[in-house]
């Protein structure tokens, strides 16, 4: 069997040319047009990605206890809410009589909602000023480590003045974390005028009144947070207007507070034994019920 051959006749060498620059141009096309393709697969493989990379880290919730408060005050708040299916116990942050931060558990970018239980161990520190000042340590702390720039914050008793005090005298900071929600939990923001904290002077200074005269000028730095507020008050009957340690009129002084063009203020006042004052954050279910709500079911 003889061998058959192609035989291109292209009848002079011109001709020969002509067909070889077409052949280099339709080889450049197709190389260009696989580029092309090979570029666009790897830009879709970028972008999907990007859209699989794991979430930003929610805004976290931190506890603050009040004078004398222990690890059991916020236990009741912190667990019922991750029980509900609302939030996400995290961080446990111990602030030591130096001021000196650390941190305990784990905060995992995928925490729903996560919840920050503050434990100060000089629990009995009358001076909310220096409270103040640890509350500035703790949210450097979270930014420059988890990169925190807005979080909410719960308080009970004495830890609002802490709070109160923090907000208005270090959220102008460069780079400082920015309050978005708070609840305030029997806030004593007035002097009190029963004798029944021998240990704390200070609920007995005219430093009390002064600090909250500055929340409530028209120029202060509270006055334009961008903040929402839930005012929560007790009483043991509706003749008391007292919760066994701070009279409703000096909780609801708050009211004169968030009053800013940015702010929302709410309040709730319960009555009756779970209204007393320790009772409010351990083992009411409507405070916790509210406090759900007002965080994590917006309408």
Not at 240 to 258: E, N, T
């Amino acid at each position: 069997m003889t061998k058959s051959k192609i035989v291109l006749n292209f009848g002079n060498k011109s001709n020969l040319v002509v067909f070889m620059k077409k052949r280099n141009l339709l080889i450049e096309v197709i190389f260009l047009t696989m580029l092309v393709l090979m570029g666009s697969v790897v830009s879709t493989q970028a972008v999907a990605a990007s859209t699989t990379q794991a979430p930003k880290r929610q805004i976290p919730t931190l506890f603050f206890h009040g004078f004398g408060g222990t690890v059991h005050s916020m236990d009741y708040l912190i667990d019922q809410a991750q029980r509900d299916g609302y939030a996400t116990r995290t961080l446990t942050i111990v602030v030591n009589p130096k001021g000196k931060v650390k941190t305990y558990g784990t905060w995992k970018k995928s925490a729903k909602n996560p919840e920050m239980q503050v434990l100060f161990v000089n629990n009995h520190e009358s001076d909310y000023h220096h409270t103040a000042k640890w509350i500035d340590s703790i949210l450097k702390l979270l930014h420059q480590k988890y990169g925190v720039t807005r979080f909410n914050a719960v308080a009970h008793s004495w830890g609002n003045n802490a709070i109160m005090y923090y907000l208005e005298n270090y959220s102008q900071k460069k780079n400082q974390p920015q309050i978005d929600s708070l609840v305030n939990i029997a806030a004593p923001m007035q002097v009190l005028n029963r004798d029944i904290y021998r240990r704390n002077d200070w609920r007995y200074s005219n430093q009390l009144n002064k600090d909250f005269r500055s929340y409530t000028r028209p120029d202060s730095t509270m006055q334009n947070l961008h903040v929402r507020e839930l005012n929560i008050m007790g009483q043991l009957s509706p003749e008391d207007h007292f919760d066994k340690a701070v009279p409703v009129s000096s909780a609801r002084s708050l009211r004169r507070v968030f009053k800013g063009p940015h702010q929302t203020y709410q309040a709730r006042l319960f009555t009756g034994p779970r209204a007393e004052h320790s009772a409010l954050t351990r083992r009411n279910p409507k405070v916790l019920h509210d406090i759900e709500h007002f965080w994590w079911v917006r309408d």
